[in-house]
Nanobody, 122 residues
């Protein structure tokens, strides 16, 4: 499966943004999807994951209550809605796919898309 994330941009602290990740291939609905981010000079970190049906979601503590992951299998798209943004949320955001939904920050993903940059100004 091929993935492409988009929707990043510049936003003020406290603002909102919605990221999208479009997937190619007919088997999108069978994959669990995840979002990760990498800030300048830092390692990539897990943000959120969602099961193939959308019934299961799991978030990093740093974004819980502010970010929401969702998916539309009919449109082969997974979303990440970012709310109450903080300057420390500034990063390149990546979407990824794996065959088994695993609500863990340490799960390995099989497919990765290119990132979309989110910049939060103070």
């Amino acid at each position: 499966v091929q993935l492409q994330a988009f929707g990043g941009g510049l936003v003020q602290a406290g603002g909102s943004l919605r990221l999208s990740c479009a997937a190619s291939g007919r088997t999108f609905s069978s994959y669990a999807m995840g979002w990760f981010r990498q800030a300048p000079g830092k390692e990539r970190e897990f943000v959120a994951t969602i099961s193939w049906s959308g019934a299961g979601t799991y978030y990093a503590d740093s974004v819980k209550g502010r970010f929401t992951i969702s998916r539309d299998n009919a449109k082969n798209t997974v979303f990440l809605h970012l709310r109450r943004l903080k300057p420390e949320d500034t990063a390149a955001y990546y979407c990824a796919a794996r065959t088994i939904y695993t609500p863990s920050v340490g799960a390995e993903y099989d497919y990765w898309g290119q990132g979309t940059l989110v910049t939060v100004s103070s």
